[in-house]
């Protein structure tokens, strides 16, 4: 069984930082490439940033780039999202997404989320 577990997230002020952590199982995460995606309230889905399954090759949205930096360790299952000057309109539940680069990619394939509220 797929299993797709984030942590990381959190309030945070404006101007700060967190980084987020994807444990993933059930599937050989290291043949895969990955993503974050994001959803605000009362928003569709919006596609992060991703990488490839070796972690050579990374792209962004235009919303975070320059702030946000994704990161796998094959050897330890685990995807990353260091997220860095962060605003208020970074508030979302971020979901690590299997099997997808660059798209937001069936629901199916999103782990549970975890919140991050950027507020004063």
């Known amino acids: 069984e797929v299993q797709l577990v984030e942590s990381g997230g959190g309030l945070v002020q404006p101007g700060g930082s967190l980084r987020l952590s994807c444990a993933a199982s059930g599937f050989i995460f290291g043949s895969y490439d990955m993503s974050w995606v994001r959803q605000a309230p009362g928003k569709g889905p919006e596609w992060v940033s991703g990488i490839n399954y070796v972690g050579g090759i990374t792209d962004y949205g235009d919303s975070v780039k320059g702030r946000f930096t994704i990161s796998r360790d094959n050897a330890k299952n685990t995807l990353f999202l260091q997220m860095n000057s962060l605003k208020p309109e970074d508030t979302a539940v971020y979901y690590c997404?299997?099997?997808?680069?660059?798209?937001?990619?069936?629901?199916?394939?999103w782990g549970q989320g975890t919140q991050v509220t950027v507020s004063s």
């Open positions: 997404v299997m099997g997808t680069m660059r798209r937001v990619g069936p629901r199916k394939n």
